[in-house]
């Protein structure tokens, strides 16, 4: 059996409450258990409740953590709109080649097709994740620029097999 709870043990536990301490804190204070001082401070009418502060806490990182998504979903769509631009813009390709395997290159006037419809691919993965991340107000536009992108990435691809069919080198 430990030692007896004395009046200086209760008015200790109360003034360490007063001042904001938590229960553990009490206990290794005055040199008891978390128990006792759980008890003596039921006595007192006390409580170590910290759900308020929790619930602000949890609150708090909720909100934390929605701010970083937006901007997540942010970076994505400039993501997107960077991957879009190089549809259209020059480019270079190459490949080692020949008996020797000479590195060889060729600039393009726009990405080969197949190139094209990996960008598109990428840019189209970007936007939907960012759809999860922070959807859009309203989120019924959503399907509708999936649904457009995914009908775009497939006219690349049928343009990719009509192209394929002309012997054209360059892909275009």
Known sequence: ??????????RAVCRHHAAGMARNEIARKIGR???????????????????????????????????RRITLAEQLHQDAEKLREQLWQPCTVGAFGGKDNVWN?????QPTFGDQRQILAAAGTAIE????????????????????????????????????????????
């Open 1 to 10: 059996m430990g030692r007896p709870i004395t009046d200086k043990d209760r």
């Open 33 to 67: 258990s978390p128990s006792t001082v759980s008890k003596l401070a039921a006595e007192a009418g006390l409580t170590f409740d910290r759900g308020p502060e929790v619930v602000a806490a949890t609150e708090a990182r909720r909100i934390d953590l929605a701010a």
């Open 105 to 109: 290159d060729t600039r393009l006037e």
């Open 129 to 172: 994740k960012s759809f999860k991340l922070a959807p859009p107000a309203g989120g019924e536009g959503a399907g509708e620029v999936v649904s457009m992108l995914g009908q775009l990435g497939e006219a690349l691809t049928r343009a990719a097999a009509d192209g394929d069919d002309d012997g054209s080198a360059d892909g275009g």
